[in-house]
C-alpha cells in the first residue's frame, strides 16, 4: 500500500501505524483527505489481518493544523455564483464526501487509537472524534478551530462531541469560542482517556502498548464489539439488544469462541493463532 | 422591553445579563414562569444583534427556589374534580406550557450562559439544564427537589440530566432522593463546567468573560453551532452528519466566513464587524 | 419468597438486600439467570412496598465470576450443527432470554442500588449495568470479560456501557481488552458513582443508608422518575418533554403529592405514611 | 370570535363549518395564513366544547388557489441580497411559521374534515393533508402545484403524502408532475375517502352527517383516538402500544366510559350529555 | 395442547385452526384474553413444525364481539378509588398485559392468517390487525367498537390501522365514528386482502388453501421473511437494509437454501422434507 | 458511457432510456449488479442534465429473472466452511454490496421510472421498489421469487413492500408465497401506479410521456422533490418538515423560482431554459 501523505508502518505484528505526513503542518487539502478515507477503506476491505491501527502524525509539533484553505476555494468559482441553490447542492454534496473520508475509520472492523501530540486543530478534532481510543501526550493542544473561521464544524465533531465526552456545559463552551484547551482539560472533557507524559513518542508507544493488547484477542469478539458499541451509541438500550441477540446468533458460532475458552483454561491465550477476519480463499 | 421579574441590562456591546428578580427567593408562580419563557422567545424573534446571554439571580444568596405552590393550586380547582381523565387533560396542557417556557433558551439562537450562586433548587434545575453553558459559584447549591413535593420532574431535569452528564449512577442517586449537593458534586457529574470561587460576583464576572469571547464570534457561525449540537444531542451520528451537510450548505455561503478568514491571516479578529443575525430592512 | 440461589433479607422497612449466593464464585448457570430474573419480576409484580432494593453478594471477595461456562454448552449440541441458520435461532432466543433477565432491575418500579465489592467478571458488568445506582468497595475489581471468552458482550454491557458513563475513549479501551481495572478506575469513567472505603460491609452500609433515604420518598414520585429517565435515556429531549407530560397527567392527581408539600412545611417529611404503590385490595 | 378571511358558522351544535372566504380564489397572502393557524388553535384553546369542525371554501368553484404571490416577495427584499446565509434563516423562519400554521388542524382535539370542491391547488393540498378527513366533491380537482413554480412543497404535502396515502408510485408521480387529477383519482390515491356527486353543497353536506356522527360520542375518546393514531403515524407499532397505555391510564378513568357503556345498554346513546372537554370552572 | 376458549385442529399437515369458542358471541373476558396470548406463545416456543395458522371463530355469525365488561370491572375495584396515580398505574399495567396477548401472533414464528366472518367487533379489530394477512368472508361486518364505549382502542387497532392500510382519511372516519363497515369496505381500505363469496366455511376453505402453500416453503425462510417484514414496518429503509444484511448472513447458511435451488432445478418442490425450525434434540 | 449489460439511449432531451440486456432473461450476476448500481451512481454524479430516467428490459417477454445462481457460489467456497461466524461477515458485507447497487436509483437527483413488461421476478422486484414511479404493461407478471429459493428477500423488496403500497395484508400474502401475480393485482396493491394495455413498447411509450413532463421543470425543484419526499418516508412528520424548511432554505434562493414564476404568468413554461444541476464550470 502506497500512500503520498500518510506512511504506513507495522511495529508489531496485525498493527499497523499511521502517521499523518503532509509538510509543514498536516493541513487537509482535497487530496489528503480523499487519501485519508481511502487508506482507511482499503485497510477495511482487503487486509485481512489488521488487529489495531495506531494513527499520529509524523511531525512532533503538530497532529494537524485542520483543512487546507484549497479546500475553500473549491467553492468560490465565480460560476457558481449565478444560483445559490446550485451551489449548495454542490456544497453540500462536497461536505458529504469529507465527512464520509473523517468518518472512515468507524468502518474499520479493528479499533483505531488516536495518539495525539502537539497541535489538535479543526478537522483534527473531527479525525480523532471518528476514532475509537484517543490518548493524548501531556504537550498537545487542542481547538475546535471552525467558529474562528465563520463555521460551524461539519466533519464530524459537532456529532460525535456530545456523545463521547460528559460535560455538555464544558463541550459546548470549547465548540462557541475555539479556545485552546490543554490534554488535561481534555482528560476532564472525557475527550481523551489518557494522557500521557511527554510527547510524540511516549504516546505512540503506550498507545502500541494497548494496540498490542488488542491484537491477542480474537478479532471476531473484537470486530463485534466495535460494530454493537457503535450501533448501541446511536439506538436505544433495546433496540441494541435485539440487534446484539441477531448479530452474536452467527458470531458465537465461531471456532474463536472454542480457542478462547480453552486457552482461558491453560493460561496461554498469548499462544492462540486466530485465524484472520477474512481468511484468504 | 420592559420585564416585571426579570432584570434586563446590557454590560457589553452583544452581551445580555438576564438576572431572575422575584422577591424574596424566585420562587416562579405562573406569572413569572410566563414571563421568562415570553422574554427569551422576544429576544430570539425581535432582538437582532445579540450574541450571548447571561442569566443569573438578583439575589446572592439563592438562584431559584423553584415552583411557587400556586403553580399546584391552578390543578386543585374543586370543578375539575368532576372527572380525572378531563382534570388529566388540563394538568397535562399546563405542564407543556411549563416546559416550553422553560426551554426557551433552547430556542433562542445564541448561547445562554448560566450563572448561579446560592441555592438552585427544584424548577431552578430545570432551568439551568436547558442553557448551553452552566457556571457555578462555589457557593452554590443544588437540590432536584421535585421528590420531596412527590413529584417527578417534569419541567427539563429528568429530560436533559442523563445527557448533559457523564455518570447515570450519580444523576439518578442524586434525582431519587432530592438531596442537597454542592458545585465541587455538580462538576464532578458534569452538571457545570466550571466552579469559580467566591459567590454572585464571581461567577457573572467569568461569566461574562465567556459572553464577550463568544460575541467576538460570526453570529452564523455560532448559532449553526448551537443548532447543529442541539441537533446532534437527540439524532444519531449518521442522521447529524447529513443534516449538518443541508444545513451548512447555505451557511457557507456567509460572507462571515470570508472575513473571518481573512482577518484570522491578519490576527485582527476583533476588528471585524459581523452583521447582525437578522440585519433590519 | 423463596430462592435457591439469591438469599434475601429487609435490613430496613421497605428495603430489600439481595445477595448473589451461588458458591464458590457466583458464576450464573442458566438456572441462576433465570432466577436472577424471576426474582426481580417477581418483586416488581407482586410486592407492593418495596421501595429500595440492594444488590450484593454474600461472598466478600467476588462479586460475580460471569457466566458459568454450561451456560455454552447448552449451544453446543451435536445435532445442532446439521444446520447454522437454526443454530442461530436458538442462539438468538437464548440471548435473548439472558437480556431478559439481566435487565429485570429495569422493570422494576423501584431503585435498584448494586454495592459491588470484590471481583466483578464478565456478566457481573452486564448486571450491574442494568442496576440505577453503582457503589463500589475500594476492593472492587472490575473486568469486561467477554473479549477473553472469543465473545462480545452480549447481556448489556455494550448496550449500556456508552450510555451510563462520560468517556467513550476509557469505555472502549476497556472493552476492546478486557484488561482489569480499579474501583478509581471505574469512578474516573463514571460507571459507579461513589468509592467507599473498605469492602462487602462498607459498601453495602453507604447503600443502606441511601436506599434508607429513597425508601421515605413518595412511591409514586420516585417510581415516575425511575421510568422517566429510562425514557429519556433512549428518546430525544422534546420526545421525552411530551411523554413526562402524558405520564405526569396522572401522577400528579396522587395524594401524595398534597402529603409531601404539607411535610414540607412542617418538616416532618420522615412521618409521612405513604400508600403503597400497589395497595391490597 | 371574528374573522376577517374565514367565514365561521355552527350548522349544529357542537359542531362548526369553516369556509375559507379571501376574494376571488382563496389564494394566501401572509394575513390569511396566520389567520388560518391562530384560528385552529384558538378553537384548541378557548372553546370548550366544539367537537368536530368541518373546512370548506366560500366559493363554489375553488377550494384555494394556493399561496399567493405577495407570501415569496417577502423573501426578496434587497437587502437581503447581502448574504445568503443569513437570508437562509429568514426563510427557513418563514417556511416553519407557514408549516406551523397550516398544521394547526393536527393541534386542535377534535376531528377536522376537509370538505373540498372546485380547485384544490398548491397550498391548498398541504392544507387538507393536515386535516384528519377528507371528503371531494365530484367537480374537484387538485394539483400539487410547487413544481410549477419551480420550489419543493414545503408546508406538509410532501410530509404527509406518503403517508396517508396507498400508492407511492402514484403519489410521487404527482409529485414530480404537478398535473391536475380528479376526486376519482385522489379515492384511489386514498387522498380522499370519499367522493360526493356533485359540488359543494352536496360535500359539505355529508361531511355534515359524519361531522354530527362524532358529535355524539364522548369528547374524550374522540379527542383520545385522534392523539393516538398522529402518535401511531409517527412511531413504531411497540412505541405506540406504551404511549397508549401511559394516556388511557388517566383517560379510563373518565366518567364517559360509564356513561356510554350504560347508554350502549339501554340504546340510547344519542341522549348522553357529555361534559365538555375543557369544562369552564 | 388444551384449552378452554380455543378449539385447536390440524387440517393439513404443518398448518393449525384455532377457532375462538366462547359462548355465545366470543366476549373475551380476562381469562379468555390471557389463554388467547398464552396459546400463541406456547405455539410459538414449544411446537417445532407448525408453518402456518390459521384464527377463525366457532360461531359462523360473529367472529368476536370484543371485549367482556368483566374485563372493565377490574378497574373499579372501591378502594382503588382512594388514589386516582396508583389507579392509574394498575390500569397501565392491565392495558399493557392485553395489549402484550393480543399481538402474541407477532412473536410467533409462522404467518397467522385472519379467516373472519360474521361481527368482528372492537377487540375483534385489535386481533385481527395483529394477524399476518386477513381474509373476509362477504358476511363480515365490522366495527372499531371502543368510541361507542367512551374509549380510544389501545390493544392494537391504533397502533396498527394506519400502517396496514392505505387511506388515512378512511381508516380516521371508521375510528371517529365506530360505524359498521362490510368486508367491501374493508377491502377498500386495505383491511383484508380478500372477501370470499359466502360465510364462515367459504373463507376458512380459502384461508388454508393459502395455508398449505406457506407450508411448502422453507421454514427458515418463511419466518426470516416474517421477522425482516415486521422491522421494516417499524424502521427505516436504510435501518432495515442492514439489519437485513445481519440476520441473513446466518439465515443463507442453511441447507434450506442448497435443497430449495435444487428442487426448483427439478420442479419437484411438493417433495422437500424441510427440517423442522426448531428441531428436537 | 459505455455499460455490457445495460443500453443507454437518450429517446428525448434530458431523459435516458436504460434497458436490462443480459441474454437470455437478465438474470443477475456478479458483473451485472455490480454493472448496475455503477451505473446509476456515475449518472448522479457526473451528468449535469439528465433530469428522468426510463429502467426497461431489451427482452418483450422478461424484465428480469431475478439474480443469477453464481452470485449464491461465492458464498460456498469450500474453505469458508471452517468458520461460520466469518463466513457471516463475508455473507453481509456481500448481501451490503448488492443492497447498496440494487438501491442506487435512491440515490440519483432525478426520478426514475420501472417500464416494466413480461415477467418480474426476484431480484426484478427489488429493483422496481428502489425505483420512483412504477409502471407495468397488461403482460406484466411478478413473483417475490426468494421465498421458492429457501430465502427471505434481502435486496430491497422486504424493506420497500410495505411502505410503498397500501395494505399489508395482500403484501405479506405475496412475500410469504412467492406466487405469481398480475399487473392489475399489482395495481390494486398499490405496487404500481398504472397498468398500460400492451407489452413492452406500450409501456414504454407512456413512460416516456411522464419523463417528458418531468424534463420540463426546474431541477433544482424536482431533485428537492424527492430528497423530501425519500426523507419524509422514512421520518416523522414533524421531524421531515422541520427538515424541509432547512432544505428549503437554499433551494427558494434559486432563480429558477423566479424563472417559472414568470412562466406560469405568461404560460408559455415549454419555453423555460432551466440550467443544468450541475453546470459545468
Keep these: 500500500?502506497?500512500?503520498?501523505?500518510?506512511?504506513?508502518?507495522?511495529?508489531?505484528?496485525?498493527?499497523?501505524?499511521?502517521?499523518?505526513?503532509?509538510?509543514?503542518?498536516?493541513?487537509?487539502?482535497?487530496?489528503?483527505?480523499?487519501?485519508?478515507?481511502?487508506?482507511?477503506?482499503?485497510?477495511?476491505?482487503?487486509?485481512?489481518?489488521?488487529?489495531?491501527?495506531?494513527?499520529?502524525?509524523?511531525?512532533?509539533?503538530?497532529?494537524?493544523?485542520?483543512?487546507?484553505?484549497?479546500?475553500?476555494?473549491?467553492?468560490?468559482?465565480?460560476?457558481?455564483?449565478?444560483?445559490?441553490?446550485?451551489?449548495?447542492?454542490?456544497?453540500?454534496?462536497?461536505?458529504l464526501d469529507v465527512q464520509h473520508a473523517i468518518t472512515a475509520p468507524e468502518r474499520c472492523p479493528f479499533p483505531v487509537i488516536a495518539a495525539v501530540h502537539g497541535g489538535v486543530v479543526g478537522l483534527g478534532i473531527d479525525i480523532i472524534s471518528a476514532c475509537d481510543v484517543r490518548y493524548a501526550a501531556s504537550d498537545a493542544k487542542f481547538s475546535i478551530k471552525a467558529l474562528d473561521m465563520g463555521l460551524a464544524a461539519d466533519a464530524g465533531t459537532l456529532a460525535h462531541l456530545l456523545k463521547i465526552t460528559g460535560n455538555h456545559s464544558l463541550a459546548r463552551e470549547l465548540a462557541y469560542t475555539s479556545r485552546m484547551f490543554s490534554s488535561d482539560d481534555a482528560l476532564t472533557l472525557g475527550l481523551v482517556s489518557r494522557v500521557v507524559e511527554g510527547g510524540r513518542e511516549a504516546v505512540v508507544g503506550v498507545a502500541l502498548q494497548l494496540a498490542r493488547e488488542i491484537a491477542l484477542k480474537s478479532p471476531i469478539a473484537v470486530s463485534g464489539t466495535k460494530h454493537l458499541l457503535l450501533h448501541a451509541r446511536d439506538h436505544s438500550v433495546a433496540e441494541n439488544l435485539e440487534y446484539t441477540a441477531t448479530w452474536n446468533s452467527a458470531a458465537v458460532q465461531s471456532k474463536d469462541l472454542h480457542e478462547a475458552v480453552n486457552a482461558g483454561m491453560t493460561k496461554s491465550k498469548e499462544a492462540i493463532k486466530f485465524l484472520p477476519l477474512k481468511p484468504k480463499l
Design 1 to 95: 500500500m502506497q500512500s503520498k501523505y500518510i506512511s504506513i508502518s507495522s511495529p508489531s505484528p496485525h498493527v499497523l501505524l499511521l502517521e499523518l505526513n503532509r509538510k509543514p503542518v498536516n493541513a487537509f487539502n482535497t487530496e489528503f483527505w480523499k487519501e485519508y478515507g481511502r487508506t482507511f477503506d482499503t485497510l477495511s476491505t482487503h487486509h485481512d489481518d489488521i488487529r489495531a491501527v495506531i494513527l499520529s502524525s509524523a511531525f512532533p509539533k503538530i497532529f494537524s493544523a485542520g483543512l487546507d484553505f484549497q479546500g475553500l476555494n473549491q467553492l468560490g468559482g465565480k460560476d457558481l455564483l449565478i444560483d445559490p441553490a446550485r451551489r449548495a447542492l454542490l456544497t453540500r454534496a462536497l461536505i
